[in-house]
């Protein structure tokens, strides 16, 4: 699996690496800008990221405009529905209003109220099918 990790907390990006490194490849960004740029090189190189961590308060470009910037270039790509690329949401607040939005107008697969911790964020990969329940109970029991 290719995992990219955009958040801008340098303590949350390295919680949040730590957890997903065992599946696969992690990329970490630190703002919205850079996580469009590296979602668009990985499209060209025809080697698309798998799942998107995208924090939602980030400077910059915010990860709701960086998802709708990532949904309108797999439109482009007609990349569509279960092909597109999983992304969760992070959010430090329980903000119902960012949370409708990222869901029903930029395309979000999930989202994660902080802090993130294990458990939480292994239920999501197993419900999105990208772990097994054999995979999530192995981390687990370290
Ligand atoms: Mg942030």
Do not use: N, W
Not at 47 to 75: F, H
Request: net charge negative.
């Amino acid at each position: 699996m290719k995992i990219l990790i955009a958040e801008d907390d340098a303590i949350s990006r390295q919680i949040i690496h730590k957890i997903l490194a065992r599946f696969g490849r992690c990329d970490a960004v630190v703002d919205g800008a850079e996580a469009v740029e590296a979602f668009q090189l990985a499209l060209e190189d025809g080697d698309p990221y798998d799942l998107i961590c995208l924090d939602i308060m980030m400077p910059g470009v915010d990860g709701q405009a960086a998802l709708k910037e990532i949904r309108e270039l797999e439109r482009r790509m007609d990349i569509r529905g279960e092909r597109g690329v999983k992304v969760i949401m992070l959010t430090a607040l329980d903000d119902p209003h960012s949370v409708v939005e990222a869901y029903y107008r930029g395309g979000a697969t999930a989202y994660l109220v902080k802090p993130i911790e294990a458990d939480k964020l292994l239920v999501e990969l197993q419900r999105l099918g990208l772990i097994t329940a054999e995979q999530r109970q192995a981390v687990r029991g370290q």
